[in-house]
C-alpha cells in the first residue's frame, strides 16, 4: 500500500511539472489604486519577479492568452531565454498600429550616443596607446580593413573603401597614398575634420550608421490608451505573468519602419546596474543623467518583408563571451547588415509574430531585476527588399524594488490628475513624454 502511494504520488509530480503554460498563465487581475499606497507594499513588498523558464530550444507551450484562442511559445534560445509566438497579434491589430504611428508622424531614429561630439570623443587621441588599440593584427599598420573594423566599433559608422579612400585624400590621412596608415600619419590625425567628413557621409548615406529606420511613439497612459493598445497589454500581461503594475508603468509602444538598407547592429536594450545612476522610467529622473532599465522586451512584426529584416541574436546561447575579444574581431558579427545569417539565432519577419526576450536575470536574492544577459545582444538584419515595420514593447524595470513601488504609486497619481484633467477640459493633456534609446 505504502509503495502504491509513493508511486501515485510521483505520477502526481510528473503530471504538476508537465502542466502547460495554458494552464499556469494568469488572468489579469485589478491593480492597486493609488489612492491606497498599502496595497502595492502588500502585494509587492516580497513578490518575485516571474520569469518564463526556456526549459530546451524548441520546447512548445500551449498559451491561452485570449478567450476561445490558443498560441503557442517557442523557445528559440536559453541564454538569454528568447521565445516565439506566432500570431500574437491579428493581422487588423498589426495594420492598426501602423496606422496609428503614421497618424503620430514618422521621424528619423536615433541612438543615444549620436552626433559630432560624440564621433570626436570616439576617435580617442593620436597617441600610441590608441594606434595599437586600432591595429587589430599588431602589424604595426591600419589597413583599410582595420579601419573599417573600428569605425564600426568605436563610431556605429560602416563606409565602403571608396568613401574610406576619400577620408583619407579629404583629412590628408595617408599621406603615402597606400591604404595603410602608420602610427607617423596616425598621431597626425586631423580629429575634429575627421569627425566632420564622417558625420557629413552619415546624414548623406544614413545606410552606413549602425541605425538605419524610421519611428514613432504610441500613447499607451491609462484612460487615454488606444482599445487596441490596451488590449495588448492585457495580452502581455499574461504572456509574462508580470504585474499589471509594471505593465502599465512601462514606456510607450515604439514603432519602428524600415525601409531599403535598412537595419539596426546588435546592441543591449537595457543597461548594466549602476546604482548611483537612476532609472529613466522613473518619474522623478532627469533625462540625459540616467540609464535605461528594461527587463524584458516583446518585439512585434508588423508586416511580411519581402527579403531580409530578420532579428538576429549574435551570441545568443554562447557558452563563453569576452566582450574584448569580441571587439577585435575582425569579422565584426555586431554588423548585422554583413553578417546577419553568422548569428546563433535568426527570427524571421513574420506579420503578427511577437518574440519575448529576457535583458535581465532574477535576482535569486532580492527576487527583483538582477544582473543584464550579455548574450542579449540583437539586432536587425538588412531590409534587401521591401520594407518592414515592427514594434517595440519594452518592459521597465530597476533592481531596487522600493523605488519600482514608489514609481508605480506616482504614475499611478499622476494618471489620475491627467484623467480628472482631461474630463474638466473635455480634450486631450499635451504633456509632453521623452524617451530614452540605447
Known sequence: MGRFVIIAFIHLIAHFLSITAKEQVVSPTNVCSPQNPECYYERFGNFKIPQVEPIKVGHVRKLNLIDGVEHEMVTAAIHPPIFEIPNFLSEKECDHIIELARKEGMEDSRTLLQGIKQDTRALGKNTKVYFDLWDVNKDGEIDM????????????????????????????????????????????????????????????????????????????????????????????????????????????????????????????????IKPKRPCCHFMSSELGHCRVCRYATVLYFLDNVEDGGETAFPIADNSTFDREEWMRDPENVCNLAKNCHKANVVVKPEKGKAVLWYNHRVDNTTGWMGEIYTFSF?????????????????????????????????????????????????????????????
Open 145 to 272: 580593413d582595420e579601419m573599417i573594423h573600428n569605425l564600426e566599433n568605436q563610431l556605429d559608422f560602416t563606409p565602403d573603401k571608396p568613401t574610406l579612400l576619400e577620408m583619407y585624400s579629404a583629412i590628408q590621412l595617408d599621406k603615402d597614398h597606400d591604404e595603410k596608415i602608420s602610427f607617423q600619419e596616425f598621431k597626425q590625425r586631423n580629429i575634429p575634420e575627421m569627425a566632420k567628413f564622417i558625420g557629413k557621409v552619415k546624414e548623406q548615406q544614413p545606410h552606413t550608421k549602425s541605425r538605419h529606420s524610421r519611428q514613432a511613439w504610441i500613447e499607451s497612459v491609462s484612460g487615454r490608451s488606444d482599445r487596441v493598445i490596451a488590449s495588448i497589454e492585457e495580452r502581455v500581461q499574461r504572456l509574462t505573468m508580470l504585474p499589471r503594475e509594471l505593465i502599465r508603468a512601462s514606456e510607450y509602444l515604439q514603432v519602428v519602419s524600415y525601409g531599403p538598407m535598412g537595419h539596426y547592429n546588435c546592441h543591449l536594450d537595457s543597461d548594466f
Open 378 to 438: 540583437h539586432g536587425g538584419c538588412d531590409v534587401t527588399r521591401g520594407t518592414k515595420w515592427i514594434a517595440n514593447h519594452w518592459i521597465s524595470l530597476s533592481e531596487d524594488r522600493e523605488k519600482d513601488i514608489q514609481n508605480w504609486i506616482e504614475l499611478g497619481q499622476f494618471e489620475e490628475e491627467q484623467q480628472k484633467a482631461t474630463t474638466t477640459s473635455g480634450g486631450d493633456s499635451n504633456e509632453e513624454t521623452s524617451h530614452q534609446e540605447l
